[in-house]
């Protein structure tokens, strides 16, 4: 009886191996079928695309671009220096000033919206210079840095009447007194009230009296 149901339990399992078989068989081919179909598709879709005849033009071999050597890094500026690049950013010497002058771009300057009252004021005196600075000797780069510095501490300072000497002229090419106007541009565009030329003994011709925001503050006692 033993050797009977071994022999009916291997019978058992050859049936499902040869079952197993048959299934595979059939994915097999059917797997083929569909291979066969998408080839066929592929085949009709370049039906008509033929080959590119070979080109006989000469094309020269690419030349890789030189390699720029690297650039020594740039200097990071001192603080010094980076301040003096933003003052002179900031004021240019192109800008026209002489729609804002009244007669004589020579004589004074006032804000829009200042009344003539201030101009007459700086004429006689009202107020006294707190700071001066002299631009004999600067070249139009130098004078540009030195007034932006100087208006910017004396701002600081609370100042409310300054001095600029830029000199008649004389010694420049041709003497023409091109740092004047140069002063004039820069003044206008750094904001302040007013500006009037000095008095004989404050330097006449060759200095300016320049008004600045906090004249026109109210002072504290």
């Not at 003539?116 to 540009?144: F, I, S, T």
């Amino acid at each position: 009886m033993k050797d009977f149901a071994d022999l009916k339990s291997l019978g058992k399992q050859l049936k499902e191996q040869a079952e197993a078989r048959a299934v595979a068989d059939k994915e097999r081919v059917q797997q083929q079928k569909k291979q066969a179909v998408e080839a066929n598709l592929f085949q009709s879709a370049l039906g008509g695309v033929q080959r590119m005849p070979v080109s006989d033009r000469y094309v020269p071999p690419s030349v890789p671009k030189s390699v720029a050597p690297d650039k020594a890094p740039a200097r990071k500026l001192t603080q010094a220096e980076d301040d003096a690049a933003v003052l002179r950013e900031s004021l240019s010497d192109l800008f026209e000033v002489d729609h804002y002058l009244e007669d004589d771009p020579a004589l004074n300057y006032s804000a829009p919206g200042v009344g003539p009252d201030v101009m007459k004021k700086m004429r006689k005196g009202h107020w006294p210079v707190q700071d001066e600075l002299d631009l004999h000797g600067m070249n139009r780069d130098q004078a540009r840095d030195a007034l932006g510095a100087f208006l910017t501490r004396a701002q600081q300072r609370n100042h409310r009447c300054v001095c600029v000497i830029h000199g008649r002229g004389f010694g420049s090419r041709g003497q023409e007194p091109v740092l004047k106007s140069m002063v004039h541009s820069w003044l206008v565009q750094k904001g302040v009230v007013a500006f009037c030329q000095a008095r004989n003994h404050e330097g006449g011709e060759g200095a300016l009296i320049v008004l600045l925001r906090a004249a026109l503050q109210p002072q504290r006692y």
